[in-house]
């Protein structure tokens, strides 16, 4: 019986220390848990806040959508060309996929051949009837740098601020320029031919394009009818017998 009884003992106490163990392992679990979902909680918060998101991995377009007739991945770059013998019919784009920014910070740099024809388009539409086509607002981009850093409407107004301009932009209206950047020449001079950084700012109807830190142009869309508050993100190839652009470090903040 004395067998029995010191059996049955050690049968509740290790019982008992399972027990324990079981419930110091739950508590742990749910302590871990806290902590993760408490930090991916304060990642959301300060990505929420403003912080730059890298929206090219560098490496595929995955994230974007694109003709890969003209649009590929290279050297850490998105590259988007157009070689003769290939002609392209309409201009096309290598659009974002991850949502339809309003007010943000956008920011890349871009290396184009001489002869190039590009741009950042933003708070933009797709066409329906045309594959790979936006309209809408546009950080113009040009190898000669006639029109590099003004703002240009797609399919739309046309020419809304030169390079050197400051514009407000009202309905049935030429824009009104309002104040100098300085001259265009003297801003197309801090171009490089090479790598330049473009920088684009918008919040609520005030567009401002930067190169390598110098605002080229601003605009401020006073036009109910035309302006556009939020839309897609998309880089371009123009119409061109031949023609080559690469965007690398691509990043956007949300404000």
């Not at 749910?30 to 991916?40: C, D, R």
């Not at 184009?112 to 797709?126: F, L, T």
Request: with cysteine; glycine share 10%.
């Amino acid at each position: 019986m004395e067998r029995n009884r010191g059996g049955i003992q050690h049968l509740i106490t290790t019982k008992n220390k399972h027990m324990i163990q079981r419930k110091h392992f739950i508590q742990l679990s749910s302590l871990l848990v806290i902590f993760i979902i408490g930090g991916m909680q304060s990642c959301i918060s300060q990505t929420k806040k403003g912080d730059f998101v890298k929206i090219f991995d560098g490496k595929t377009l995955t994230g974007w959508d694109a003709d890969p007739a003209f649009w590929r991945v290279e050297d850490g770059a998105i590259v988007g060309q157009v070689v003769e013998g290939k002609p392209i019919k309409t201009n096309t784009f290598c659009m974002w996929k991850g949502g339809q920014p309003s007010d943000f910070e956008f920011k890349t740099e871009y290396r184009i051949s001489p002869e190039g024809n590009s741009g950042v388009q933003y708070r933009s539409e797709e066409l329906k009837d045309i594959r790979y086509a936006l309209k809408g607002y546009q950080a113009d981009i040009d190898g000669a740098n006639t029109y590099t850093g003004q703002n240009y409407e797609e399919r739309g107004r046309g020419f809304l601020a030169m390079r050197g301009q400051s514009v407000v932009l009202k309905a049935n209206e030429k824009p009104t320029v309002v104040r100098s950047l300085g001259s265009s020449d003297s801003l197309k001079a801090l171009i490089k031919d090479g790598w330049n950084e473009l920088r684009i700012v918008v919040k609520g109807n005030k567009m401002q394009h930067y190169i390598n830190g110098v605002l080229m142009s601003e605009a401020v869309d006073e036009d109910a009818a035309n302006s556009k508050s939020s839309g897609v993100l998309g880089m371009q190839v123009h119409v061109m017998p031949k023609m080559k652009v690469e965007y690398r470090n691509i990043y956007i903040k949300m404000l």
